[in-house]
Structures are given as C-alpha cells and as structure tokens.
C-alpha cells in the first residue's frame, strides 16, 4: 500500500502530499537519481490502481434562522456516501433570498476551494436565492475547476453535461414562471383599477379638507398655519395648492 509515510521515507529532502500529482512525482526522478527505480515502481502502482490525487470534499449547510439546525442535511449527506470532514463542512444561517455572493460563509467556502476539489449541497436553493444566482453560482465553480453535487437532483454533478442540461430545464422553468405571475400581477392590477380600487397611501386630506385649504390659502392664510390646523406636513398643504392651480377657474370655485 502506498502511504505517504513511505514517500517521505523514499524522497527525504522532498516534501510530499498525498495531493501530489503524477507529473510532480515524474520531475522527482531527476532530482534525486539515487532512487529512481523505487520512484518508478511507485508511479507505475498509482498507474495501475487507478490511484491518483484525492479530490477534498466539501460541504455547504444553510438553515435560515438561527432556531433551526443543519443535523438533517448533514445526515442526507452522510447517507449519500460522502465522507466530509468537520473543518471541510460550511454551515451558515442566514435568509434564502440573500443572494450566494452576499452569504458570508459562503464566499469564505469560495475562497477555500481550489480546483479538483467537490462540493456537495442538499437542495439547489443552498447555491443562490433563485434560478439565475444558482446558475451564476454553478457556472463560477465550474469555472475554478470545482464540481457540484446536488442530492435534491440525484446527486447529479451540476458542471457536467447532464448537470448542465438539469440547470437549463430549471432556469427555463423558473423564467415561465417569473413571466406567468408578472402576467397575472398586471391582470390584476387592471381588473382593480376597473372596479375603482385606489393604489398606493390613502391621501392625507379628504375633499372637503383639500377644499377648505384652496378656501383658506385664497384668503392669504400662511402654509405653515394651515398645516398646524390641518395637522398635516407643510409638504402636503403645498401639493394641494399645487393641484389647485393646475385646476381651470370654475371647478376651483
């Protein structure tokens, strides 16, 4: 069994990982002549087991309130068969529709990753607070060389062709829905206003009230006066004088 405990012992003056690489290994050869033929028999181990580098695992957990706990998704993952390490496993509480870039353990986890390395979550919505973040997400990981797995999807890689084409369904999805409830939102912002319904805050003044501010300023009260007699802003008195000269002469009086 090739252990890094045996490395060391054949490459002394080197420094050795259990993530370095084949070409790594290969250029050691040059470097120390004297063990050429161990270094050899060992490249050609890896070979033939199929033995190379070992990705980290990471994974992401969020819960959106500090009330809740990630026991559920951390034990989906275990039963998933994947393996994380306690200083490899994220977990955060914060809002679902904090956008992933805002999450400030999850840029912390960004930053950690390198490329080769995987990242496991339980539901796509760990990944972004909608379609168009999950995708932006997923496409900056790929980007770094970092593969995504979703349980929710199967355990799907997300940055392979299959993943990729899961994520065009999704978006393709979320945006007819997006475009259906803009739809229905219009509708019945028209079928409202054709019952008569009033939009936005309710007026300050009612129209005997807006009346007897034209009444009084056209005597020469002051607007500061009748804000205080009106209990109203200064802002107010003035609109009403605005919309009052905006008014022909005959529906003023």
């Known amino acids: 069994k090739i252990t890094p405990q045996l490395m060391r012992s054949l490459l002394p003056r080197e420094r050795f990982s259990p993530r370095t690489g084949i070409g790594h290994a290969c250029s050691l050869v040059y470097e120390s002549m004297g063990n050429y033929f161990r270094i050899q028999a060992i490249i050609r181990t890896l070979h033939s087991d199929g033995i190379g580098p070992m990705p980290r695992v990471f994974a992401y957990c969020r819960v959106s309130t500090v009330d809740q706990t990630t026991e559920n998704q951390r034990l989906e993952i275990k039963a998933a068969g994947f393996a994380i390490e306690a200083r490899r496993l994220i977990e955060e509480s914060i809002s679902g529709s904090v956008a992933a870039k805002e999450r400030p353990g999850f840029i912390k986890l960004i930053e950690r990753m390198e490329s080769g390395d995987v990242l496991v979550v339980t539901k796509l919505d760990r990944l972004g607070r909608n379609a168009m973040d999950v995708r932006a997400t997923v496409e900056q990981l790929a980007s770094s060389g970092v593969r995504v797995h979703c349980l929710a999807l199967g ?69 500061a006066e009748l804000a205080r007699e009106f209990k109203t802003t200064r802002q107010t008195i003035m609109r009403v004088r605005e919309a009052a000269l905006k008014l022909p002469l005959q529906q003023r009086g």
């Open 155 to 223: 355990g799907v890689d997300l940055t392979s062709p299959a993943g990729k084409m899961t994520m065009q369904v999704i978006a393709a999805v979320a945006e007819f829905e997006r475009d259906l409830l803009i739809e229905r939102t219009q509708s019945g912002i028209v079928r409202a206003k054709a019952a008569g319904k009033q939009f936005g805050r309710p007026p300050a003044l009612n129209t005997q009230e807006r009346a007897a501010v034209v009444a009084r300023l056209d005597a020469g009260a002051s607007i």
